[in-house]
């Protein structure tokens, strides 16, 4: 079936701009996680979505960065006033349900670029 | 954060070889482990979860995890040039819904 799919595959911005990325999960999985992936930085959890519950905005780096996920499907991951150190791979996961069982796999990311 | 640590490499090794990749974790809490393999300007490949001690094989890969040492290891048997990647090793904890705490990656190069 069809994985998990991000739009746009590249986005290239100039500092100061707002920018959002999307995010389609598996049809019917509940939860979703947000994660970057910067060089020098490894893999980083972003926000986590379970169901209609508030999200887990532990891991968003400033409040520049948020998220939002309508009808429980469809996520987007907005950066407002972006900065050169916002440049990096933003990754999406979902899963069927919580629990440390689960397996996350990937979507193919957006890969953001700032100037 | 808690850490997860892994030597960054590059780690080569010639074809046919096994190929040894490990992993460090500081949080005791740590429930589920699993290896990621990247390759370059791709997205992490899920190839390995473990959640209980000992070993757990799945074709030429075997996934050790010593809870009581905190350290999870990967072995790659037959080392293939195309298993040359970035192996990420990540832990979840039952924090922000058992979200994934990754290691910055081991690079591997099989050679021919």
């Known amino acids: 079936g069809a994985g998990v799919s991000q739009s746009p595959s590249n986005k290239v911005t100039e500092k100061g701009k707002d920018v959002e990325l999307r995010c389609d999960p598996i049809?019917?999985?509940?939860?979703l996680y947000w994660y970057r992936q910067s060089l020098g930085q490894g893999l980083e959890f972003l926000i986590y979505?379970?169901?209609?519950?508030?999200?887990?905005k532990s891991g968003l780096p400033s409040d520049r960065f948020s998220a939002e996920r309508t009808g429980g499907s469809v996520s987007t991951l907005t950066i407002q006033r972006t900065q050169q150190e916002d440049s990096a791979v933003y990754l999406c996961?979902?899963?069927?349900?919580?629990?440390?069982?689960?397996?996350?796999?990937f979507g193919p990311g957006t890969r953001l670029t700032v100037l | 954060q808690k850490e997860v640590e892994q030597n960054s490499g590059p780690l080569s090794v010639p074809e046919g070889a096994i190929a040894s990749l490990n992993c460090t974790y500081s949080?005791?809490?740590?429930?589920?482990f699993f290896w990621y393999r990247q390759y370059s300007g791709k997205s992490p490949e899920l190839i390995m979860s473990?959640?209980?001690?000992g070993d757990k094989e799945d074709g030429r890969f075997t996934a050790q995890l010593n809870k009581a040492s905190q350290y999870v290891s990967l072995l790659i048997r037959d080392s293939q040039p195309s298993d040359s990647a970035t192996y990420l090793c990540?832990?979840?904890?039952?924090?922000?819904?058992?979200?994934?705490?990754f290691g910055k990656g081991t690079s591997l190069l099989v050679t021919p």
């Open positions: 996961a979902s899963l069927p349900g919580q629990g440390y069982l689960n397996e996350q796999f």
């Open positions: 049809s019917g999985h509940t939860a």
């Open positions: 979505f379970q169901g209609n519950s508030a999200p887990d």
């Open positions: 949080d005791r809490v740590s429930q589920s």
């Open positions: 473990i959640y209980s001690n």
């Open positions: 990540a832990v979840n904890t039952a924090n922000s819904g058992y979200a994934l705490n």
